[in-house]
Protein backbone atom coordinates (compact mmCIF):
# COMPACT_ATOMS: atom_id res chain seq x y z
CA UNK A 1 0.00 0.00 0.00
CA UNK A 2 1.04 3.64 -0.66
CA UNK A 3 0.50 5.67 2.29
CA UNK A 4 1.50 9.21 2.88
CA UNK A 5 2.06 10.40 6.29
CA UNK A 6 1.15 13.78 7.15
CA UNK A 7 2.92 15.36 9.87
CA UNK A 8 4.52 18.84 10.98
CA UNK A 9 1.86 22.01 10.28
CA UNK A 10 1.76 24.92 11.07
CA UNK A 11 0.73 23.57 15.14
CA UNK A 12 2.59 24.34 18.64
CA UNK A 13 2.91 20.89 18.85
CA UNK A 14 4.07 20.27 15.11
CA UNK A 15 7.57 18.68 16.79
CA UNK A 16 5.80 16.47 18.71
CA UNK A 17 4.07 15.60 14.81
CA UNK A 18 7.22 14.71 13.43
CA UNK A 19 8.72 12.53 15.97
CA UNK A 20 5.06 10.32 15.84
CA UNK A 21 5.38 10.75 12.35
CA UNK A 22 9.22 9.14 12.09
CA UNK A 23 8.15 5.89 14.49
CA UNK A 24 5.29 5.85 12.23
CA UNK A 25 6.65 5.85 8.85
CA UNK A 26 9.69 3.52 10.52
CA UNK A 27 6.88 0.91 11.14
CA UNK A 28 5.14 0.71 8.20
CA UNK A 29 8.28 0.66 6.24
CA UNK A 30 8.80 -2.51 8.09
CA UNK A 31 5.12 -3.51 7.66
CA UNK A 32 5.80 -3.47 4.10
CA UNK A 33 4.35 -0.40 2.77
CA UNK A 34 5.89 2.64 0.88
CA UNK A 35 5.68 5.40 2.56
CA UNK A 36 6.23 9.14 2.04
CA UNK A 37 6.29 11.26 4.93
CA UNK A 38 5.35 14.99 4.54
CA UNK A 39 5.30 18.06 5.91
CA UNK A 40 1.84 19.31 5.43
CA UNK A 41 2.76 23.21 5.93
CA UNK A 42 6.08 23.27 4.00
CA UNK A 43 5.85 20.08 1.70
CA UNK A 44 9.29 20.18 -0.50
CA UNK A 45 10.73 23.05 1.85
CA UNK A 46 11.40 21.22 4.53
CA UNK A 47 14.41 19.52 3.03
CA UNK A 48 14.43 17.16 6.50
CA UNK A 49 11.48 15.28 4.39
CA UNK A 50 11.34 15.43 1.22
CA UNK A 51 8.75 14.39 -0.79
CA UNK A 52 9.49 10.58 -1.74
CA UNK A 53 8.55 7.22 -1.10
CA UNK A 54 10.69 4.93 0.84
CA UNK A 55 10.15 1.01 1.22
CA UNK A 56 11.91 -1.42 3.91
CA UNK A 57 14.11 -2.67 1.37
CA UNK A 58 15.93 0.54 0.59
CA UNK A 59 17.41 0.58 4.49
CA UNK A 60 16.21 4.10 4.96
CA UNK A 61 14.65 5.31 7.98
CA UNK A 62 13.37 8.70 9.56
CA UNK A 63 14.50 10.58 12.64
CA UNK A 64 13.86 13.05 14.95
CA UNK A 65 14.18 14.42 18.59
CA UNK A 66 12.04 17.01 20.10
CA UNK A 67 13.38 19.76 21.78
CA UNK A 68 12.46 20.78 25.03
CA UNK A 69 10.34 23.75 24.69
CA UNK A 70 7.43 24.44 21.46
CA UNK A 71 8.41 25.95 18.62
CA UNK A 72 8.44 29.39 17.35
CA UNK A 73 5.61 29.34 14.53
CA UNK A 74 6.83 32.70 13.32
CA UNK A 75 10.35 31.25 12.18
CA UNK A 76 8.59 28.57 10.70
CA UNK A 77 6.20 30.96 8.29
CA UNK A 78 9.14 32.80 7.36
CA UNK A 79 10.07 29.61 5.36
CA UNK A 80 6.92 29.45 3.03
CA UNK A 81 5.76 33.02 0.91
CA UNK A 82 2.19 32.17 0.64
CA UNK A 83 -0.44 31.29 3.77
CA UNK A 84 -1.71 28.59 3.37
CA UNK A 85 -1.90 26.12 5.78
CA UNK A 86 -2.02 23.12 3.47
CA UNK A 87 0.86 22.73 0.37
CA UNK A 88 -0.65 22.27 -2.67
CA UNK A 89 1.80 19.47 -3.62
CA UNK A 90 1.08 17.49 -0.68
CA UNK A 91 -2.51 17.75 -1.30
CA UNK A 92 -1.69 16.19 -5.07
CA UNK A 93 0.94 13.45 -3.23
CA UNK A 94 -2.02 12.50 -0.83
CA UNK A 95 -4.27 12.60 -3.96
CA UNK A 96 -2.20 9.38 -5.48
CA UNK A 97 -1.76 7.62 -2.34
CA UNK A 98 -3.73 4.47 -0.94
CA UNK A 99 -4.32 6.03 1.85
CA UNK A 100 -3.17 8.91 4.40
CA UNK A 101 -2.06 8.10 7.53
CA UNK A 102 -2.70 11.61 10.06
CA UNK A 103 0.36 11.79 12.38
CA UNK A 104 -0.87 15.63 13.15
CA UNK A 105 -1.57 16.83 16.49
CA UNK A 106 -3.32 20.55 17.06
CA UNK A 107 -4.91 22.98 14.63
CA UNK A 108 -6.03 21.80 11.21
CA UNK A 109 -5.10 18.34 11.99
CA UNK A 110 -7.30 18.15 15.36
CA UNK A 111 -10.11 20.27 14.31
CA UNK A 112 -11.89 18.48 11.72
CA UNK A 113 -10.64 20.96 8.89
CA UNK A 114 -8.10 18.69 7.53
CA UNK A 115 -10.46 16.13 7.25
CA UNK A 116 -12.73 18.06 5.84
CA UNK A 117 -10.73 18.65 3.06
CA UNK A 118 -9.70 14.62 2.03
CA UNK A 119 -13.66 14.21 2.49
CA UNK A 120 -14.21 16.36 -0.33
CA UNK A 121 -11.89 14.83 -2.45
CA UNK A 122 -12.55 11.11 -1.79
CA UNK A 123 -9.01 10.35 0.04
CA UNK A 124 -9.49 7.89 2.49
CA UNK A 125 -7.14 8.51 6.36
CA UNK A 126 -6.65 7.48 9.18
CA UNK A 127 -8.51 8.38 12.49
CA UNK A 128 -12.02 10.39 13.29
CA UNK A 129 -14.10 11.94 10.80
CA UNK A 130 -14.47 15.62 10.61
CA UNK A 131 -16.69 15.87 13.06
CA UNK A 132 -15.54 13.83 15.65
CA UNK A 133 -12.52 15.75 15.55
CA UNK A 134 -13.95 18.77 15.67
CA UNK A 135 -15.85 18.31 19.06
CA UNK A 136 -13.51 16.71 20.85
CA UNK A 137 -10.59 19.42 19.15
CA UNK A 138 -12.70 22.59 20.93
CA UNK A 139 -12.95 22.00 24.55
CA UNK A 140 -15.89 24.00 25.85
CA UNK A 141 -17.96 22.34 23.04
CA UNK A 142 -16.60 18.89 24.57
CA UNK A 143 -17.09 19.61 27.85
CA UNK A 144 -20.48 20.88 27.65
CA UNK A 145 -21.39 17.48 25.50
CA UNK A 146 -20.18 15.72 28.24
CA UNK A 147 -21.41 17.42 30.92
CA UNK A 148 -25.22 16.99 28.92
CA UNK A 149 -24.56 13.02 28.92
CA UNK A 150 -24.07 12.53 32.66
CA UNK A 151 -20.20 12.64 32.07
CA UNK A 152 -18.54 14.13 35.18
CA UNK A 153 -15.61 16.77 34.13
CA UNK A 154 -14.21 20.14 36.20
CA UNK A 155 -16.59 22.82 36.06
CA UNK A 156 -15.11 25.68 33.78
CA UNK A 157 -16.01 28.67 32.42
CA UNK A 158 -15.60 29.97 28.67
CA UNK A 159 -14.31 32.96 27.60
CA UNK A 160 -13.53 35.02 24.06
CA UNK A 161 -10.33 37.10 24.59
CA UNK A 162 -11.21 39.36 21.93
CA UNK A 163 -14.75 39.86 22.74
CA UNK A 164 -14.84 40.27 26.50
CA UNK A 165 -13.39 40.49 29.28
CA UNK A 166 -12.21 37.77 32.62
CA UNK A 167 -14.17 38.23 35.14
CA UNK A 168 -16.03 35.72 38.20
CA UNK A 169 -12.50 33.56 38.42
CA UNK A 170 -12.57 31.24 41.23
CA UNK A 171 -9.21 30.15 42.07
CA UNK A 172 -7.25 27.59 42.27
CA UNK A 173 -7.96 27.37 38.91
CA UNK A 174 -6.39 25.68 35.42
CA UNK A 175 -6.39 28.05 32.43
CA UNK A 176 -6.25 26.03 28.99
CA UNK A 177 -6.65 27.03 25.21
CA UNK A 178 -9.72 26.04 23.73
CA UNK A 179 -8.22 24.30 20.71
CA UNK A 180 -4.39 22.78 22.17
CA UNK A 181 -3.40 19.98 23.07
CA UNK A 182 -0.19 18.67 24.14
CA UNK A 183 -0.61 21.08 27.31
CA UNK A 184 0.36 23.96 25.55
CA UNK A 185 -0.55 26.86 26.85
CA UNK A 186 -1.92 25.54 30.09
CA UNK A 187 -1.47 27.23 33.38
CA UNK A 188 -2.19 26.76 36.83
CA UNK A 189 -3.03 29.66 38.55
CA UNK A 190 -3.66 30.49 42.41
CA UNK A 191 -4.50 34.13 41.96
CA UNK A 192 -5.24 37.53 40.36
CA UNK A 193 -1.66 38.38 39.70
CA UNK A 194 -0.74 34.96 38.26
CA UNK A 195 -3.84 35.12 35.89
CA UNK A 196 -2.42 38.48 34.25
CA UNK A 197 1.03 36.93 33.83
CA UNK A 198 -0.62 33.90 31.85
CA UNK A 199 -2.29 36.40 29.86
CA UNK A 200 0.25 38.11 28.49
CA UNK A 201 1.42 34.89 27.10
CA UNK A 202 -2.07 33.48 25.61
CA UNK A 203 -1.68 33.43 22.00
CA UNK A 204 -5.20 31.78 21.70
CA UNK A 205 -8.27 34.18 21.78
CA UNK A 206 -10.42 31.29 22.72
CA UNK A 207 -9.78 30.16 26.84
CA UNK A 208 -11.52 27.77 29.68
CA UNK A 209 -10.80 28.83 33.10
CA UNK A 210 -11.36 25.22 34.68
CA UNK A 211 -11.82 24.53 38.57
CA UNK A 212 -8.59 22.76 39.70
CA UNK A 213 -9.07 19.33 40.86
CA UNK A 214 -6.30 17.62 42.71
CA UNK A 215 -5.94 13.71 42.68
CA UNK A 216 -4.56 11.07 40.82
CA UNK A 217 -4.38 11.62 36.71
CA UNK A 218 -4.88 8.24 34.69
CA UNK A 219 -5.13 8.13 30.78
CA UNK A 220 -7.36 5.54 28.90
CA UNK A 221 -6.56 4.79 25.21
CA UNK A 222 -9.14 2.86 22.97
CA UNK A 223 -8.88 1.00 20.05
CA UNK A 224 -11.47 -0.31 17.88
CA UNK A 225 -14.22 0.09 20.66
CA UNK A 226 -12.04 -1.43 23.42
CA UNK A 227 -10.54 0.49 26.42
CA UNK A 228 -7.13 -0.23 26.74
CA UNK A 229 -5.06 -0.99 29.97
CA UNK A 230 -4.89 2.11 32.28
CA UNK A 231 -1.47 4.53 32.36
CA UNK A 232 -1.34 6.65 35.69
CA UNK A 233 0.57 9.57 35.02
CA UNK A 234 2.82 10.69 37.75
CA UNK A 235 4.94 13.78 36.68
CA UNK A 236 8.43 13.99 38.38
CA UNK A 237 7.99 18.29 39.05
CA UNK A 238 4.77 20.22 38.43
CA UNK A 239 2.26 18.79 36.32
CA UNK A 240 2.51 16.86 32.79
CA UNK A 241 3.12 20.02 30.88
CA UNK A 242 4.71 20.33 27.32
CA UNK A 243 7.96 19.35 28.97
CA UNK A 244 7.51 16.42 31.11
CA UNK A 245 5.82 14.67 28.22
CA UNK A 246 8.11 14.47 25.61
CA UNK A 247 11.54 14.42 27.65
CA UNK A 248 12.51 11.03 28.71
CA UNK A 249 12.54 10.00 32.83
CA UNK A 250 10.61 13.62 33.25
CA UNK A 251 7.16 11.65 34.25
CA UNK A 252 6.56 8.23 35.66
CA UNK A 253 3.90 6.33 33.79
CA UNK A 254 2.59 3.03 35.65
CA UNK A 255 0.71 0.73 33.22
CA UNK A 256 -1.79 -1.27 34.40
CA UNK A 257 -2.33 1.30 36.17
CA UNK A 258 -2.62 0.29 40.68
CA UNK A 259 -6.48 0.23 40.65
CA UNK A 260 -8.86 -1.88 42.00
CA UNK A 261 -10.55 -3.76 39.46
CA UNK A 262 -13.98 -2.55 39.99
CA UNK A 263 -12.46 1.15 39.73
CA UNK A 264 -10.31 0.50 36.62
CA UNK A 265 -13.54 -1.04 35.03
CA UNK A 266 -15.48 1.86 35.72
CA UNK A 267 -12.84 4.37 34.51
CA UNK A 268 -12.48 2.18 31.09
CA UNK A 269 -16.27 2.73 31.11
CA UNK A 270 -16.05 6.37 31.09
CA UNK A 271 -13.51 6.34 28.27
CA UNK A 272 -15.74 4.52 25.98
CA UNK A 273 -18.50 6.24 26.96
CA UNK A 274 -16.30 9.50 26.18
CA UNK A 275 -15.17 8.50 23.07
CA UNK A 276 -18.76 7.63 21.24
CA UNK A 277 -20.26 10.76 23.07
CA UNK A 278 -17.98 13.26 20.73
CA UNK A 279 -18.04 10.66 17.74
CA UNK A 280 -14.65 9.57 17.49
CA UNK A 281 -13.10 6.75 15.58
CA UNK A 282 -11.04 3.56 15.85
CA UNK A 283 -8.76 5.04 18.11
CA UNK A 284 -8.46 7.77 20.73
CA UNK A 285 -6.94 8.69 24.28
CA UNK A 286 -9.11 10.02 27.31
CA UNK A 287 -7.63 11.54 29.71
CA UNK A 288 -8.65 11.72 33.43
CA UNK A 289 -8.14 12.92 37.10
CA UNK A 290 -9.57 11.22 40.00
CA UNK A 291 -10.03 12.55 43.81
CA UNK A 292 -8.92 10.56 47.00
CA UNK A 293 -12.47 9.80 47.49
CA UNK A 294 -12.77 7.97 44.08
CA UNK A 295 -14.74 10.59 41.86
CA UNK A 296 -13.67 10.68 38.03
CA UNK A 297 -13.61 13.64 36.23
CA UNK A 298 -12.71 13.41 32.21
CA UNK A 299 -10.13 16.22 31.22
CA UNK A 300 -10.56 16.17 27.79
CA UNK A 301 -10.31 13.69 24.34
CA UNK A 302 -7.48 13.32 22.53
CA UNK A 303 -8.42 12.46 18.61
CA UNK A 304 -5.14 11.99 17.18
CA UNK A 305 -2.93 10.66 20.10
CA UNK A 306 0.62 10.95 20.45
CA UNK A 307 2.83 7.85 18.58
CA UNK A 308 5.96 8.75 19.91
CA UNK A 309 8.53 6.60 21.93
CA UNK A 310 7.01 8.24 24.95
CA UNK A 311 3.51 8.17 24.01
CA UNK A 312 0.67 6.86 26.13
CA UNK A 313 -1.13 5.01 23.35
CA UNK A 314 1.35 2.96 22.21
CA UNK A 315 2.90 2.26 25.97
CA UNK A 316 -1.01 1.23 26.90
CA UNK A 317 -0.86 -1.14 23.43
CA UNK A 318 2.11 -2.98 24.68
CA UNK A 319 0.67 -4.07 27.59
CA UNK A 320 -2.57 -5.30 26.16
CA UNK A 321 0.33 -7.24 23.79
CA UNK A 322 0.14 -4.96 20.73
CA UNK A 323 3.48 -3.80 19.29
CA UNK A 324 4.09 -0.67 17.92
CA UNK A 325 3.65 -1.91 14.28
CA UNK A 326 0.51 -3.42 14.79
CA UNK A 327 -0.76 -0.70 16.48
CA UNK A 328 0.18 0.95 13.06
CA UNK A 329 -1.27 -1.59 11.06
CA UNK A 330 -4.63 -1.92 12.85
CA UNK A 331 -5.25 2.25 12.95
CA UNK A 332 -4.00 1.90 8.92
CA UNK A 333 -6.65 -0.45 8.13
CA UNK A 334 -9.29 -0.42 10.41
CA UNK A 335 -9.99 3.08 10.31
CA UNK A 336 -13.69 3.67 10.10
CA UNK A 337 -14.24 7.08 8.48
CA UNK A 338 -16.42 6.88 5.44
CA UNK A 339 -14.53 7.81 2.75
Known sequence: MKVVILAGGLSPEREISFSSGTHIANALMENGHEVMLADIYLGSLNTMFPLEYHQKKDGYTYSYMISKKEPNLEEVKLLKKDKSLISEEVLMECKKADKVFLALHGSIGENGKLQSLLDIYGISYTGSSALGSMLAMHKDVAKRLMAFNGIITPKWKYFHLEREGIKGVSYPCVLKPCSNGSSIGVSMLQNEEELQDALKNVKDSEIIMEGKING??????????????????????????????????????????????????????????????????????????????????????????????LSLLPKAGAVKGISYNELCEKILNESDNLN
Open 216 to 309: REFSVGILNGEALPIIEIIPKKDFYNYENKYQEGYTEEICPAHLKEEKAKELQDIALKVHRTLHLGNYSRIDFIMRNDGLIYCLEANSLPGMTP
